[in-house]
């Protein structure tokens, strides 16, 4: 699998873009980037995901580079109900395995 | 608008106990699986099934067993609970469609103590 490397935590003003970043330069063509989150005492939320155009759904937007190496997840305007752990996974479309690592914590400030 | 149902919030079992994590999911979907969730480890599969009575070894199943007798519920067995098996024990189910399958709709988990 590629691995991805995303900050540890980031701080974010309400109202504002929160833009999180996540590096795979060890993707491969067949390989989709998705986006999960985890609030404090729940299950993880899947976001959103995409191959390599960008995509957009009504919780956020998903900005894929064109070498596909590195991709950001934009919440276009954050709530403080957006603070969580949000994790950045690389897997093919159909590989059951998804492996979540230790994410970025996302702290949203009023 | 529940859609994984995890039957236990949190459990306290003593050392040797036999537990059974329940799952239930109304989506009817294909895939199932169960993750555990320890600080500074992530989440880590243990168990997943693509179908009723079919199982599949995740990363660490040592220690676990699964039962799917139903489409609809995904049990995880520990056979003889230990202290390390103290975690959040996590549920999800996913489409068996090709593009579905990575699409997971989690449970809101379990924590379990073992004493």
């Known amino acids: 699998d590629a691995k991805t490397t995303q900050p540890t935590s980031m701080d974010c003003a309400e109202g504002r873009a929160a833009n999180l970043p996540c590096n795979h330069s060890?993707?491969?063509?067949?390989?989709?980037v998705y986006w999960y989150r985890q609030i404090h005492s729940q299950g993880p939320q899947y976001i959103i995901h995409?191959?390599?155009n960008n995509e957009t759904n009504e919780m956020a937007s998903l900005i894929i580079t064109e070498d596909r190496k590195s991709s950001t997840l934009i919440l276009p305007h954050a709530t403080l109900r957006d603070t969580a752990v949000y994790y950045c996974?690389?897997?093919?479309?159909?590989?059951?395995?998804?492996?979540f690592g230790a994410g970025t914590t996302v702290t949203v400030r009023a | 608008d529940v859609k994984v149902t995890q039957s236990s919030r949190y459990l306290v079992k003593r050392t040797g106990e036999k537990v059974f994590l329940e799952c239930v999911q109304d989506?009817?979907?294909?895939?199932m699986f169960w993750y555990r969730q320890d600080p500074g480890l992530g989440l880590r599969l243990i168990y997943f099934?693509?179908?009723?009575?079919?199982?599949e070894k995740g990363d660490i199943p040592e220690g676990y067993s699964v039962s799917r007798e139903k489409k609809e519920r995904f049990s995880l067995i520990l056979e003889s609970a230990s202290t390390n098996q103290t975690s959040m024990y996590l549920c999800?189910?996913?489409?068996?469609?090709?593009?579905?399958?990575?699409?997971?709709?989690f449970g809101a988990g379990s924590r379990l103590t073992v004493l």
């Open positions: 989506m009817d979907h294909e895939n």
């Open positions: 995409g191959l390599k």
């Open positions: 996974i690389v897997r093919v479309f159909n590989d059951y395995k998804l492996s």
């Open positions: 999800a189910s996913s489409s068996g469609t090709a593009f579905g399958a990575n699409v997971l709709t």
């Open positions: 099934s693509y179908d009723v009575k079919m199982k």
């Open positions: 060890t993707i491969s063509g067949n390989e989709y």
